[in-house]
């Protein structure tokens, strides 16, 4: 059965990278069926972009109030049973949503799968990695079904910082199954207007989502139950 892909991209006032990151997944060798940018009331030329873009690009406008709120407002709208995403300021390596489709096609049970997140930063006109990929809890590396999504629930509003952190161990919590991909996903960038770059806040947002994992798994005797066990827990 052929899949219907919905990319769902939230941005605010972000068009100085929003046409990068809408080529690199416009691009891919097996491009998805739309993209939905749900534009945070930008006042830039945002949403112009990204309507003439490409025909698969539709805007939905907000106030959405925060990324979570746009991500979950872009899902709502889309149509496909099967998501991704990707912030306005990253990038898709080329291949990755071929490579993930083709995972899931290969093994139905799996209705998640997470690969490789490149942190990187600007110099010169270049993008310069910072330390080798990895498989981080990011949304932008991650292909995922409808239902899954839908069973987890939408993310956190709430949480201003480390929102996709709580929705991935929410996935680890409700046993979503889940393979790695170990190859090269998303590249993220690290600039000056980064909105992790709060670093306390940040910290603080990570933490929280821990400790609401743990109140979450508390039983009424106390003891918390282990997740060990979940496929991604071993990836490298």
Not at 79 to 86: E, Q, T, W
Not at 129 to 141: K, Y
Not at 183 to 193: C, G, P, V
Request: glycine share 8%; aromatic share 6%.
């Amino acid at each position: 059965m052929a899949r219907v892909v919905s990319v769902v991209m939230p941005v605010k006032n972000g068009a100085a990278y929003l046409a990068a990151a809408l080529e690199s997944v416009c691009s891919q060798s097996c491009p998805p069926d739309e993209i939905i940018v749900a534009d945070d009331g930008s006042t830039d030329d945002t949403a112009t972009l990204a309507s003439d873009f490409d025909a698969r690009v539709r805007v939905i406008g907000g106030p959405f109030g925060c990324a979570a709120a746009g991500r979950n407002a872009g899902v709502a709208a889309a149509r496909g049973d099967v998501l991704a995403f990707l912030d306005h300021d990253d990038l898709w390596t080329a291949g990755r949503l071929e490579r993930q489709l083709a995972l899931l096609a290969r093994e139905p049970a799996v209705e998640l799968v997470l690969g490789q997140t490149q942190r990187v930063r600007e110099h010169e006109g270049q993008l310069v990695p910072l330390g080798p990929p990895a498989a981080e809890p990011s949304l932008g590396a991650l292909l995922v079904t409808r239902a899954a999504f839908e069973r987890v629930g939408p993310l956190d509003e709430t949480k201003t910082y480390d929102e996709d952190v709580d929705w991935f161990l929410r996935a680890r919590e409700a046993g979503i199954p889940a393979r790695a991909d170990t190859e090269l996903a998303q590249i993220y960038r690290r600039h000056a207007t980064n909105a992790t770059n709060a670093r306390a806040a940040d910290i603080r947002g990570f933490f929280t989502a821990l400790r609401d994992s743990i109140a979450r798994r508390r039983g009424e005797d106390g003891e918390v139950r282990s997740l060990s066990g979940w496929p991604l827990d071993d990836a490298s």
